[in-house]
């Protein structure tokens, strides 16, 4: 394949690489297990597609073509019956007349939970929309999980509706009409032997910690991680004449609900896409809005902008990198559960990086002034049970899959990150749970990007020692007009998708990185933020865990040590590209 060269600008080389598309009105909007969540062997999927206009229309998964004896039509959408033993997870989508849907993953993963209906959702003493019959079975690891789970719920008169299996966990339905029974079963059986916890669904529409800032002050945010530099080092340095640099394709796996294919900048994604031919590819469910939490997630990643500052770094690698797969994915809408069970299949469907822009904060947590946070509560009971199913999804992680890395937003009620009674997940302390706060411009000071002073701690972004890097945390939000701008947000979801988008780029170097390497590679070619530290977190201060001596190749009188890390994408490549000659 012939590769533009460097004195293809990256504008040019963006009209050059998008096809010509017609207007397409195919959208897939929903996709997920039904049916039978228990069953190994033949799955069923619903579907809930948009302008099809009653017209002949195929279903492909995968690139094959599926057969319409496996197709079910009915009022609400589609079933598709599928034998997990003769097809393997993969894009599917609807073509009709010449005319393409948005891509969507379907997992043959064995881990779904079923969502509450708005009837079987009631406040709890907190005040938070909790589930009434819903509830999750952690089973200890020395138990077999589905027997113990279906002998529990003979015993109390449950049923088994959904699983997580390699986690050992198990969805039950309740027979209970109130949160006052249902608080009296779960009482009873967290105290069965072989229940390891329950898990309380506390979940309404999936919200998120944002904040609105002007155009002119933030838009060009990703210029303090050398974004736009780091673009240039990869097109260049990996397809050097004198001595280019083979890559490995990489799979992400974005805990989100869905995009917004009508939205310019993800339009290109309903052409075909072959990773091979060295193309970022993007699947997910389409949105009914452009500036929902999903699209300006995955836009950071994957986003086709005419300007630099919508566009998304991986497909900015486009025509030199190995072929990037993004899957927006969260399984179904039951809350914290759901993202795991998702992840778990996208682990599984060979995911390398996961992407998780969100986290909870317990009922009382307090702020670093002293104030109680006020957004993405749970009540101390569910955030024990959510705290037993993350531990065992990383001590699952670190025993089957411990290459995989999951990415992090530390969370935005300028609250401790590392408080483990307080915090979910960015508390936990494993080598593959990598955590990103955020930062901003300072105002008023024309500084070097190189200097500390150049930006500083965002003061809505949780911090302490549990946070790794930051990046910035703002963008601009999707729009269905081509040539106009949405509103900027800020916040950690959105430095933490540069950092996944960077530790991609870096595995695509060199895959034979593991978790702690990266995280050293990532702090070793930090920038930093903010003022020195004393090393002591009292102050609540210090942005992220202050940079080692370590981290500075031993010297102990480098200026940077003891200040927070701060994202440099450009530099986290060139030391990638050196770690190649230790390997060999």
Known sequence: M?????????????????????????????????????????????????????????????????????????????????????????????????????????????????????????RNSDGLPSYIDLVSLVIEEDQKGLPTARRLAERYGAQVVGAIPPLNTYQLRLPVKDLTERDALVLRLDNEPGVDAVVIEETGAQAHEAERAAHQEREQERAANRFLDAVAYYRHRIASREAPIATTPVRIGVIERDLDFDAPVFRHFLAPCEPAQQRTCLYGRDAERPEGHGS??????????????????????????????????????????????????????????????????????????????????????????????????????????PDVLVINSAGNGSARSGRDDYRLPSSFITEQLLVVGGHQRTRGRNLPVEHPGHVTRRPSSNLDMRVDITAAACVRAATRERGMHGEVHCGTSYATPLVAGTVAAMLSINPQLQPEQVRELLRRSAMTVGGESDFEPADADDLTAPILPSEREQRLDDADIGRSARLDMHRALELTVSSLRQVR
């Open 296 to 401: 300006s997630v995955a836009g950071l990643l994957a986003a086709h902008g005419e300007d630099s500052r919508d566009l998304g770094f991986l497909s900015a690698l486009d025509g030199t990198g190995p072929g990037f797969e993004v899957i927006v994915e969260r399984n179904s809408d039951a809350g914290i559960t759901a993202n795991i069970a998702a992840s778990v299949n996208l682990v599984e469907d060979g995911a390398r990086i996961l992407n998780w822009s969100w986290g909870i904060h317990r009922v009382g947590t307090l702020d670093a002034d002293g104030e109680p946070v006020d957004s993405l509560l749970r009540s101390g009971v569910a955030m024990s049970g959510y705290e037993e199913l993350l531990e065992e999804f990383f001590r699952w992680l670190r025993r089957e899959h």
């Open 2 to 122: 012939h590769l533009p060269g460097p004195a293809l600008g990256l504008s040019a080389l963006l009209l050059l690489s998008t096809p010509a598309l017609a207007e397409s009105t195919l959208r897939l909007s929903q996709l997920q297990r039904c049916g039978d969540l228990l069953a190994e062997r033949e799955l069923t999927f619903c579907l809930r597609s948009e302008g099809t206009a009653g017209l002949p229309y195929s279903l492909h998964l995968a690139g094959q073509a599926i057969d319409e004896q496996h197709i079910e039509h009915n009022d609400s959408g589609l079933r598709l019956r599928l034998d997990a033993a003769h097809w393997r997870s993969g894009p599917l989508w609807l073509e009709q007349d010449g005319q393409r849907s948005n891509p969507v993953w379907l997992s043959f993963g064995r881990s779904h939970v079923v969502a509450a209906s708005e009837e079987r959702i009631a």
